[in-house]
């Protein structure tokens, strides 16, 4: 994968981290990066099993972006999950 295609993937990643965050509900209590990290994490895998299935003819499909916002939707719900909860301390 080539310099161009690791800053695409990145890019991606970050979308797909926000629209899955958006579909799960309550108060976002994880910083940017992280979801930045599950949608580049989703991204790569919804592509794996796209090629896996053999459900893609190698550019964009809609089963390829399905599976993406699917996992990270997934990815976001695990990681909020078990991400440590802000505790507010009194002034």
Same mark, same amino acid.
């Given at each position: &994968?080539?310099?161009?295609? @690791?800053? +695409?993937?990145? /890019?991606?990643? *970050?979308?797909? #981290?926000?629209?899955?965050?958006? $579909? ?5 209590? &994880?910083?940017?990066?992280? @979801?930045? +990290?599950?949608? /580049?994490?989703? *991204?790569?895998? #919804?592509?794996?099993?796209?090629? $896996? ?15 993406? /916002?699917?996992? *990270?939707?997934? #990815? ?16």
């Amino acid at each position: &994968m080539t310099i161009g295609g @690791l800053a +695409a993937a990145v /890019v991606l990643g *970050a979308v797909i #981290g926000a629209l899955g965050r958006l $579909v799960v509900p309550g108060r976002p209590t &994880m910083p940017a990066w992280a @979801l930045m +990290a599950v949608g /580049v994490v989703a *991204a790569f895998a #919804g592509t794996g099993l796209v090629h $896996v299935f053999e459900l893609g003819d190698g550019g964009w499909s809609l089963w390829e972006a399905l599976f993406q /916002v699917g996992l *990270a939707v997934v #990815g976001v719900l695990l990681a909020a999950a078990f991400w440590p909860k802000q505790i507010r301390r009194p002034h």
